[in-house]
């Protein structure tokens, strides 16, 4: 090529240029799509809806499916911690686009909810079944009683729990819903042109730097955001850092541990337990419930981040014996691996998956029916070792001697198999058993 043969625009270039620029690659994307949701539905009699949330791979969804269903209905849940932007955001863009939305109510009040469960965290997102899930599966199953189809703007680029998402699904914990991702191979800046591209306007939250458009108080969100509310949203981010803190004084923790948003995880990934170690700043959290108050509160569901059947909750028991006692008695329902620094016991049986903090706080994963039975056996090897009353039955009954009582129940990993006889006619287990079905 000769050297003339080019030349090089140095004009500055516009959003409408760098759409231009790429218009034959986002009706490529489009074709894609389209075909995706003709074939699928095309075989498909169920009533169609979208989940809108006011966030740009919803609104490019909401731009490919107009194109294909122009009266379909938009679900936008509320869980009454959307930035007051984004609601006023959806309900303006429906009025003005002649959209038929269907606003969907968070159920209860979040902040009585932490009262219970404590902070939600990047792993510990009880809120997205309280707020999220537990309303809109109601609503499914009032107003789509026969089943709906679902479509979404869920992509693989996301996170590390949607990257295996495939175009079609059918939700296990909603009875009659299938979804649909046909933006699930874009990447972001794909969407945002894909959105100019169609004369639409994006939340104007994108323009104040917001990666993500959620609840505000997200701790999935990047902590850098959280810090920028204290300028853009000063009433929410005082709001929330008060009772942060308060929660904070309540278990007896260092306000580092809020400054520094050590409060966004349960499990402390290793840079934050390093952070944590060279500042001296204690992780674990105590419970304070009263010495004979037992009670507890579970949030059950598949979250809208990952596909599995999980039940956070929150146990509060009698602390006659530290969780060092709790922690090795929970080697009679599986392995067992403890943190005295992170106050967390990890279990893994044949039932399925589990973390227990001495907070009270217990997260399942597992299958529905085994996650309750889990949930039974941990809630009930916890207050057995509250409330053991150093009867000695349980010695007794266990033939392989892998069971002691010192100040409480000891378990001998090793002898232990498993059986269960050694809660037979034990005065704590019985005790436990009558508490435990008020909750599960």
């Known amino acids: 090529m000769a050297k003339n043969d080019f030349e090089i625009d140095c004009r500055p270039q516009t ?3 760098i759409v231009a620029a790429n218009e034959e690659h986002l009706k490529a994307l489009e074709r894609a799509a389209k075909k995706e949701l003709k074939t699928y539905l095309s075989r498909s009699r169920l009533p169609v809806n979208l989940s809108f949330s006011g966030g740009k791979d919803s609104l490019a969804t909401l731009c490919l499916c107009r194109k294909l269903l122009p009266g379909i209905d938009l679900l936008f849940i509320n869980t009454g911690l959307e930035f007051p932007e984004t609601v006023e ?4 863009l429906c009025r003005s686009q002649k959209l038929k939305l269907k606003e969907i109510r968070g159920a209860g009040d979040f ?3 932490v009262k219970s ?11 997205c079944k309280t707020n999220k899930l537990g309303p809109v599966t109601t609503f499914l199953r009032e107003n789509y009683p026969k089943g709906c189809v679902t479509i979404e703007g869920r992509r693989i680029y996301e996170s590390f729990n949607r990257s295996k998402i495939m175009a079609v699904e059918r939700n296990p914990y909603v009875p009659g819903q299938t979804t649909l991702s046909p933006i699930r191979d874009w990447r972001a800046l794909e969407v945002m042109l894909y959105i100019y591209w169609n004369k639409m306007e994006p939340n104007p939250l994108y323009e104040q730097d917001l990666e993500r458009i959620g609840c505000w108080l997200c701790p999935a969100s990047l902590q850098s955001e959280f810090f920028s509310l204290k300028s853009s949203h000063p009433e929410q981010y005082d709001q929330w850092t008060g009772r942060l803190m308060n929660w904070a004084r309540k278990n007896n923790l260092d306000r580092r541990y809020v400054d520094w948003g ?9 840079k934050m337990q390093e952070i944590a170690k060279e500042h001296k700043i204690d992780l674990q959290i105590c419970s304070t419930g009263g010495e004979d108050a037992v009670s507890m509160q579970a949030a059950r569901g598949r979250s809208p981040c990952g596909l599995e059947y999980s039940i956070e909750a929150n146990l509060s028991a009698p602390q006659n014996h530290p969780f060092s006692a709790v922690a090795g008695a929970l080697s009679m329902i599986g392995t067992v691996k403890y943190s005295q620094e992170l106050g967390a016991a990890t279990i893994k049986s044949e039932l399925g998956r589990a973390t227990v903090f001495a907070s009270g706080h217990i997260m399942i994963i597992a299958g529905k029916v085994e996650a309750e039975e889990l949930l039974r056996n941990i809630s009930k090897t916890i207050l057995r ?3 053991c009353t150093g009867c000695r039955i349980c010695e007794k009954n266990c033939s392989r001697e892998a069971i002691s009582i010192e100040d409480t129940i000891s378990v001998d990993e090793k002898k232990c198999i498993r059986c269960g006889k050694c809660s037979r006619g034990c005065i704590a287990a019985d005790r436990a058993a009558k508490i435990l079905k008020r909750y599960v």
């Open 15 to 17: 959003l409408d240029d």
């Open 89 to 92: 955001y959806v309900r303006e």
């Open 111 to 113: 902040f009585d909810q």
């Open 117 to 127: 469960f404590g902070p939600p965290a990047k792993d510990y997102r009880w809120c």
């Open 262 to 270: 050590f409060w966004r995880w349960k499990r402390h990934p290793p």
């Open 385 to 387: 070792v509250q409330m």
